[in-house]
């Protein structure tokens, strides 16, 4: 299975920015999409923002403006950068990557999770 290993989370007051980046196991391994989603305590995951290899960019209403998302040369990994952060931000970070075959199922991934915590 391709593992996918996050990091960059942590503690940070409101206004503040930190960013995450999740790292494929297999190097320049093509992953049609990259995104981010997270989960705040008693709640839903959310979609937070995705890229494609086409580098198609998507992001949540609630982060536009404020996050921006971005992939390494190779594809192996995704980066999203959170400026202006809020209260409301707080929540564990998952890396999410999906892989297309012509002739195999789709391949979903997820990441460990990272913890996102901003104070007021």
């Known amino acids: 299975q391709v593992h996918l290993v996050e990091s960059g989370g942590g503690l940070v007051q409101a206004g503040g920015s930190l960013r995450l980046s999740c790292t494929a196991s297999e190097n320049g391994f093509s992953l049609n999409v990259m995104a981010w989603y997270r989960q705040a305590p008693g709640k839903q995951r959310e979609f937070v923002a995705r890229m494609t290899s086409a580098r198609s960019k998507t992001y949540a209403d609630s982060v536009k403006g404020r996050f921006t998302v971005s992939r390494d040369p190779g594809s192996n990994s995704v980066f999203l950068q959170m400026n202006s952060l809020r209260p409301e931000d707080t929540a564990t970070y998952y890396c999410?990557?999906?892989?297309?075959?012509?002739?195999?199922?789709?391949?979903?991934?997820w990441g460990q999770g990272t913890q996102v915590t901003v104070s007021s």
């Open positions: 999410y990557a999906l892989r297309v075959s012509a002739f195999q199922p789709k391949e979903e991934y």
